[in-house]
C-alpha cells in the first residue's frame, strides 16, 4: 500500500524552527516528485515547496522562500521540511504529497494525513 | 502568481441533482488543471487531472471541462458522499496555486 506518514509538527514559538518529515513507503520513492502542501483548518490549500527525485531541483512559494528547506533522502524513503524564522500566518496542517506518476509532475495522487504546526507564543 | 477563482463558494444541492463548479485562471493555462475533493479531516483526494481526465477509480459521474482559463467541474447526479469541498489547482505555472474552495452540501 502506497503510504506518506508526516511528523515533527507541534507547537513552536514565533522565530522559532521545527523540522518535518514524512516517511513514505509502497512506492520507488526516489524516482518520484515530492511535495509540502499547507492548508489553515477550515481554509484553503496552499503549495509550499518541490523537490525533484534526486533533491537537485527545489521551488518555494514566495510565502516560505528564504525561510523553508525542502530536501530528502532516498536512502531512507523519507522527506523533510526544515522551517526556520516561523510567523503565526505558517500555522497550518502540513501535507506531504506524492506526484501522480515519474512523468506527470504537478498534480497529486497520494497525500499524507497531515502534520499540525502552530506558531504561537 | 497564477490566481485561480473558483465559484460558487459554496452550494446547496439535493440529491440527484445536477452540479456545476467553476473555475477561472487569471492567464491562460492551457489545459494544466486538476479537481480534487476534500472530506472533513482527511486529505484531499484528486478526481480530474488535466482537465478532464477522470482519476481511476473516480466515479462517472464526475467530469472536468474546458481549457485556456474558464474550466467546469460537473457532478452529473449528486449522491449523499459526495459532500465536502471541491478545489482545482493550476500547475501551468513553477509556483502552483489552488482556488479558494467550493464547499458542496446536500438540500
Known amino acids: 500500500e502506497v503510504q506518506l506518514v508526516e511528523s515533527g509538527g507541534g507547537l513552536v514559538q514565533p522565530g522559532g524552527s521545527l523540522r518535518l518529515s514524512c516517511a513514505a513507503s509502497g512506492f520507488t520513492f526516489n524516482i518520484y516528485w515530492m511535495h509540502w502542501v499547507r492548508q489553515v483548518p477550515g481554509k484553503g490549500l496552499v503549495w509550499v515547496a518541490r523537490i525533484d527525485s534526486d533533491g537537485r531541483s527545489v521551488n518555494y512559494a514566495d510565502s516560505v522562500k528564504g525561510r523553508f528547506t525542502i530536501s530528502r533522502d532516498n536512502a531512507k524513503n523519507t522527506l523533510y521540511l526544515q522551517m526556520n524564522s516561523l510567523r503565526a500566518e505558517d500555522t497550518a496542517v502540513y501535507f506531504c504529497?506524492?506526484?501522480?506518476?515519474?512523468?506527470?509532475?504537478?498534480?497529486?495522487?497520494?497525500w499524507g494525513q497531515g502534520t499540525m504546526v502552530t506558531v504561537s507564543s | 502568481d497564477i490566481q485561480m477563482t473558483q465559484s460558487p463558494s459554496s452550494l446547496s444541492a439535493s440529491v440527484g441533482d445536477r452540479v456545476t463548479i467553476t473555475c477561472q485562471a487569471s492567464q491562460d493555462i492551457t489545459n494544466y488543471l486538476n479537481w480534487y475533493q476534500q472530506k472533513p479531516g482527511k486529505p484531499p483526494k484528486l478526481l480530474i487531472y488535466d482537465a478532464s481526465n477522470l482519476e481511476t477509480g473516480v466515479p462517472s459521474r464526475f467530469s472536468g471541462s474546458g481549457s485556456g482559463t474558464d474550466f467546469t467541474l460537473t457532478i452529473s447526479s449528486l449522491q449523499p458522499e459526495d459532500i465536502g469541498t471541491y478545489y482545482c489547482?493550476?500547475?501551468?505555472?513553477?509556483?502552483?496555486?489552488f482556488g479558494g474552495g467550493t464547499k458542496v452540501e446536500i438540500k
Open positions: 489547482q493550476q500547475f501551468d505555472d513553477l509556483l502552483l496555486t
Open positions: 504529497v506524492r506526484d501522480k506518476t515519474i512523468v506527470i509532475h504537478d498534480t497529486f495522487d497520494t
